[in-house]
């Protein structure tokens, strides 16, 4: 069945410094994929999309970059700062958006 | 900014009791759905509703769950019989289009239900 996971659970990143989170997929046929950002006792925020279609997509201080060759997902924030603090997820769609299970990103002073 | 809003946040009930959980969508979103998310997992799907009827439903969407669309503006999961297994976020989202359109979900802020 589709599934989606993250390679790491936590990430620690200095503040200033570049952050990356990864993901991977399984569903092939996956043709669009959401980046969301859930803060403490909130629901999930979007971030940025990419359709299949692309390879990298930019918005602002965040680059979604997608290889579909090894089914991998990754998101890039620049200039990490402590608002970015949250848990990240990312999501496939099929007949539904599947989740991953999240990274917890800690921006550190 | 329109918004997916969802009353009330924080829910406590007892178990083997009925609650409802209520969500108004973005206005002129067609598409609703209900997500539930356990206290430190993942994200998890519960069912899509269109058209006045369920789309698609996942295993956790047993009999016990139903939901409905009452009027015009909201959009409410009913649990009839509640269990301690029960007890997450819930989270309602709405959207312009299906997931396999490549339509984004917009989601509320959630209500905590806790089951005692």
């Known amino acids: 069945g589709e599934s989606v996971g993250l390679h790491l659970p936590t990430l620690s990143v200095q503040e200033g410094d570049n952050s990356i989170i990864n993901c991977a997929y399984s569903?092939?046929?996956?043709?669009?994929f959401i980046w969301y950002k859930q803060e403490s006792g909130k629901g999930p925020q979007f971030i940025i999309d990419?359709?299949?279609?692309?390879d990298k997509r930019q918005g602002q201080r965040v680059t979604v970059l997608l290889n579909k060759t090894v089914k991998h997902l990754s998101l890039q924030i620049a200039a990490t700062q402590p608002g970015d603090s949250a848990v990240y997820f990312c999501a496939e769609n099929g007949q539904n958006f599947v989740f991953g299970p999240g990274t917890r990103l800690s921006v550190l002073p | 900014e329109p918004e997916v809003t969802q009353t009330p946040s924080h829910q406590v009930t007892q178990m083997g009791q009925e609650v409802i959980l209520r969500c108004v969508p973005i206005s002129n979103h067609l598409y609703f759905y209900w997500y539930r998310q356990i206290l430190g997992q993942k994200v998890e799907f519960l069912v899509s509703f269109y058209n006045n009827e369920i789309s698609e439903k996942s295993e956790i969407f047993d009999d016990q769950f139903s939901v409905e669309r009452p009027d015009g503006s909201n959009f409410t999961l009913k649990i009839r019989s509640t269990k301690l297994e029960d007890s997450a976020m819930y989270f309602c989202?709405?959207?312009?289009?299906?997931?396999?359109?490549?339509?984004?979900?917009?989601f509320g802020s959630g209500t905590q239900l806790s089951v005692l």
């Open positions: 569903n092939s046929a996956s043709d669009y």
């Open positions: 990419i359709r299949s279609n692309m």
């Open positions: 989202a709405s959207s312009d289009g299906t997931s396999m359109a490549g339509e984004k979900l917009f």
